[in-house]
């Protein structure tokens, strides 16, 4: 664990920026104060604590310790679904023949090459913030309140274009589901990525406005006879420098704002599996190919299961004019149940797992033990860690300064993320009754 102390070590020296013009220090208490500089350790050190190594709990290593009561439990699962699969084909080639029916195959194809070309260009439309932030970067414009503005109009446009695309192309539920889905994702990215950087723009201003005091303040001592007033005053600013700086630089110091900005930086950022922007997140020192195979194989033969699972279990009980809604659901319970369980392991344990080696992301903490949950509050934390990484960060910025109790904090999250919840297994069912 890296400490605070080793994290806010000055790398830059206040004494070599003489190319600034001086001011009067009566600009620093413009954009932050001194409560605000006292608050960074604080900020910094949630910063290192929010990543670092780990594997996921199913993970198949983790599973392998002698430690882990799960991976019997694990196996089990996998030896049902087994099963589940040798009972499907049994009962289809019983009835139709057949092993099963490529109807909601047809489905989710359809027009498959024009949702791929919008879903390329809605990707490509984001690096519309890096253009922003290299502008902001470069001072043409003020992130408060200019370049804020600027991105909120934007992220409006970036939601509402897609989710009116669907309607125009006048897709399946598949389709609008994952485009809207993922332009939802990609949203979380977008904002992380640009409320971040716009509060390190700030923080760039107010350090070079405190080596403009110290300048300054250093001239002044020289013809003062009040010496030592003047160096209290310059190690107090020595340290705020040595605190800011630290701020603008990541955890091994290997990168520091405005350098991050680059189209590169924001490329390895759209592929590592996480929702919150950071200057440098925790590597694994290679790329494992035959564990990205295994992952690859993995999210393949589970998709078949899922598929499998909504073609002959979920579509034939969808109601009609001699099934009522009640018994179609009560029938579709288990069915459900089973394709919440397949979704939640492609995508938080074999997709998420396939990027975050592809890119080295050494922390695999996407979810914890969400079937030990006691209370929904729990489980909201639980089940989903990127989005729960993204509400705690962005949903309220007092709840980061300390200006918000944990409890109250607990609250909100909870509420956005059963809110997703419950979007999200509705527009599922509905879509199965649309179908």
């Known amino acids: 664990m890296i400490t605070i102390e080793k994290h806010i070590s000055s790398t830059l020296s206040p004494l070599n920026d003489t190319s600034e013009t001086l001011k009067t220090p009566s600009i620093i208490t413009k954009s932050y104060s001194d409560d605000d500089l006292r608050r960074l350790p604080k900020k910094i050190a949630k910063r290192i604590e929010n990543f670092k190594p780990r594997s996921s709990q199913l993970?198949?290593?983790?599973?392998?310790?002698?430690?882990?009561?799960?991976?019997?439990?694990?196996?089990?699962f996998w030896i049902?679904?087994?099963?589940?699969?040798?009972?499907?084909?049994?009962k289809n080639f019983e009835s139709a023949g057949i092993l099963f029916e490529l109807s909601f195959f047809r489905l989710f194809s359809q027009d498959a090459i024009c949702l791929i070309l919008s879903d390329a260009i809605m990707i490509g439309s984001m690096f519309f913030a890096v253009l922003l932030q290299k502008l902001i970067a470069m001072r043409w414009i003020r992130w408060r309140y200019t370049g804020m503005i600027i991105q909120h109009l934007f992220q409006i446009s970036f939601l509402f274009v897609p989710i009116y695309w669907t309607f125009v192309r006048n897709w399946p539920w598949v389709q609008s589901g994952f485009f809207v889905l993922h332009t939802i994702s990609m949203l979380m990215k977008l904002h992380s990525y640009s409320?971040?950087?716009?509060?390190?723009?700030?923080?760039?201003?107010?350090?070079?406005?405190?080596?403009?005091?110290?300048?300054?303040?250093?001239?002044?001592?020289?013809?003062?006879?009040?010496?030592?007033?003047?160096?209290?005053?310059?190690?107090?600013?020595k340290e705020k420098i040595a605190q800011v700086e630290g701020y603008l630089a990541g955890p091994t110091?290997?990168?520091?704002?405005?350098?991050?900005?680059?189209?590169?930086?924001?490329?390895?950022?759209?592929?590592?599996?996480?929702?919150?922007?950071?200057?440098?997140?925790?590597?694994?020192?290679?790329?494992?190919?035959?564990?990205?195979l295994e992952k690859i194989v993995?999210?393949?033969?589970?998709?078949?299961?899922?598929?499998?699972?909504?073609?002959?279990?979920?579509?034939?009980?969808?109601?009609?004019?001699?099934?009522?809604?009640?018994?179609s659901m009560i029938q579709m319970l288990f069915?459900?149940?089973?394709?919440?369980?397949?979704?939640?392991?492609?995508?938080?344990?074999?997709?998420?797992?396939?990027?975050?080696?592809?890119?080295?992301f050494a922390d695999r903490n996407f979810y914890d033990d969400w079937w030990n949950s006691t209370t929904w509050e729990e489980f909201a934390r639980k089940w989903n860690k990127p989005v729960h990484r993204f509400l705690l960060r962005h949903s309220n910025p007092r709840i980061?300064?300390?200006?918000?109790?944990?409890?109250?904090?607990?609250?909100?999250?909870?509420?956005?993320?059963?809110?997703?919840?419950?979007?999200?297994?509705?527009?599922?069912?509905?879509g199965y009754i649309v179908l």
């Not at 590169?264 to 200057?279: A, I």
């Not at 078949?304 to 009522?324: D, H, Q, R």
């Not at 919440?340 to 998420?352: K, S, W």
């Not at 109250?408 to 297994?425: K, W, Y």
């Open 59 to 76: 993970d198949r290593e983790q599973l392998e310790s002698a430690q882990d009561p799960f991976r019997g439990f694990f196996t089990l």
């Open 80 to 90: 049902a679904m087994g099963f589940y699969v040798i009972q499907t084909w049994a």
């Open 195 to 237: 409320f971040y950087n716009g509060e390190l723009s700030d923080w760039s201003h107010c350090l070079s406005d405190l080596k403009k005091e110290y300048s300054t303040l250093l001239g002044e001592s020289k013809k003062s006879d009040n010496g030592t007033e003047k160096l209290v005053q310059l190690d107090e600013l």
């Open 253 to 292: 110091k290997t990168i520091n704002y405005p350098n991050n900005i680059t189209f590169m930086n924001f490329v390895d950022f759209l592929l590592v599996p996480t929702l919150v922007y950071e200057l440098e997140y925790p590597r694994t020192e290679k790329i494992r190919p035959w564990y990205v």
């Open 298 to 327: 993995a999210t393949f033969g589970t998709f078949f299961l899922l598929y499998l699972n909504t073609e002959t279990y979920i579509i034939p009980t969808l109601p009609n004019v001699s099934t009522s809604a009640y018994n």
């Open 335 to 360: 069915p459900f149940m089973v394709n919440y369980l397949l979704i939640f392991y492609i995508i938080f344990e074999c997709i998420c797992n396939v990027f975050a080696e592809l890119t080295r």
């Open 400 to 430: 980061s300064d300390g200006g918000c109790i944990k409890k109250d904090s607990n609250v909100l999250v909870f509420l956005a993320n059963v809110s997703i919840t419950i979007n999200c297994i509705e527009s599922t069912y509905v």
